[in-house]
């Protein structure tokens, strides 16, 4: 029980993050399906009949559902490091992320055009996951040294 006491901040803080990363997750896929399969006829319902715009939308649709599927970390790993005062980690992903938004942009727009230029969220948003989860990941390992230093409470 002693044990299981000293732990339960750390198996807390872990099952909150696994199940928010899990919702977030299993709600990507469902919007990544719902895209693969109805994305054609929800972009033709607001685009109408013209063929190059469909495909444009369509591709945009695809590409975003993928990237989705990436964004699913980032907000509950944005939150967890906010609650944990790791600001400047905070600070340095949206730095990373706004940068590689720019330089993505720019450079699939003069290069693919429209078609590439839909990459450019998913690949800043896998350019902001990495540092992110390496801090949640250093989180819990600090959280995990701290319980470890922690004397047992005496018996009584």
Not at 52 to 73: N, P
Not at 102 to 112: D, K, L, N, R, T
């Amino acid at each position: 029980a002693v044990s299981l006491g000293k732990n339960a901040e750390l198996y807390h803080l872990r099952r909150k993050i696994t199940g928010s990363v899990g919702i977030n997750f299993g709600l990507a896929l469902v919007f990544a399906s719902v895209v693969q399969v109805f994305g054609e006829e929800v972009v033709s319902f607001f685009a109408g009949s013209h063929h190059e715009i469909l495909e444009l939308a369509h591709h945009h649709l695809i590409v975003g559902s993928v990237g989705y599927l990436v964004f699913a970390l980032i907000p509950v790993f944005r939150n967890t490091l906010q609650s944990a005062k790791m600001e400047k980690l905070l600070l340095l992903t949206a730095g990373i992320e706004s940068l590689v938004r720019v330089i993505c942009s720019v450079w699939f727009a003069s290069v693919e055009g429209f078609r590439g230029l839909c990459w450019t969220l998913p690949i800043s948003w896998v350019f902001a996951g990495v540092p992110l989860t390496a801090g949640v990941i250093l989180l819990v390992h600090r959280k995990r040294r701290v319980l470890k230093q922690q004397p047992l409470p005496a018996k009584g």
